[in-house]
């Protein structure tokens, strides 16, 4: 029972994590029914510049609050001078657009932060807490914490607030939200930015336990698109009930059959719901989507 629930806690822990990349991916899919590709690259943005700013002696809470920072202006910037112009082109080519930005965000941050693993400090000490005879890290607390902070206020502001409120209807029906008068351009602006501070707390919260790099972007990126597509693309709560899906089945499978298997299992997971659940878990017509 306690080998069981060593392998749930891990697998909660980096689901949460999935869970905020993939919703990430689901906004930006729900202002334009684009699929960004660089959304993994605010994960390493915000890691990376936690590190870089704490070793120059700025304190923690700052320099978390300046990596969101960072990794939000990069969205805002990606869309506006990469996205924008390419507003009337095929999905595709903007779909080709986000992975030429990833792959040009990538190179950038290997010149400025080398190719090394970082270690970013544990927010309140790294000593394990003892739950049925499992151990958790105080970090993992964290992460979840954070996760449904984060969860909850996106709750409030798509249902209370007047941007909230203009993103949703964009994402039902973005002809008739632009004959009401609203500013699509600007939601998908916003959408932008949001995803990418999203990304970027994700890549804050989890660099504790796995270390960050340059590189860490692309396969949590792509497994936060995985959790995405698993709940159904477009849908919140499809988001990040398949990252708690993935992130818990990847850790039964690397702790029951191999840790070899582990970054398979996505992979997996994803030709199983292409080919019997094509829409996901949640991804059924007239489902509100976040």
Known sequence: ????????????????????????????????HVINFAQGEFLMIGGMMTVSMLGAGVPMPLAIVAAIVLATVVGLALEKFAVEPARNAEVVTVIIITIGASIFLRGLAQVVWGKEYHALPPFSGDTPISIGGATILPQSL??????VVVVAALAWFFNRTLMGKAILATSHNRDAAQLVGINTGL????????????????????????????????????????????????????????????????????????????????????????????????????????
């Open 142 to 147: 964290w992460v979840l914490g954070v996760t």
């Open 1 to 32: 029972m306690a080998e069981f629930l060593q392998y749930l806690f891990s697998g909660i822990t980096v689901g949460a994590t999935y869970a905020l990349v993939g919703l990430g991916f689901a906004m930006i899919y729900n202002a334009s």
């Open 187 to 290: 939601v998908l602006l916003i959408s932008f930015g949001l995803s990418a501070a999203l990304g970027a707390i994700a890549g804050i919260m989890i660099a504790p336990i796995t270390l960050t790099s340059y590189d860490v972007g692309i396969m949590l990126g792509l497994k936060g698109f995985v959790a995405a597509v698993l709940g159904g693309l477009g849908s919140g709560v499809g988001a990040i009930v398949g990252g708690l899906i993935l992130g818990i089945t990847e850790a039964m499978a690397a702790g029951y059959i191999s840790s070899e298997y582990k970054d398979a299992v996505p992979f997996v997971l994803i030709l199983l719901i292409l080919f019997f659940l094509p829409n996901g878990l949640f991804g059924v017509r007239g489902t509100e989507r976040v």
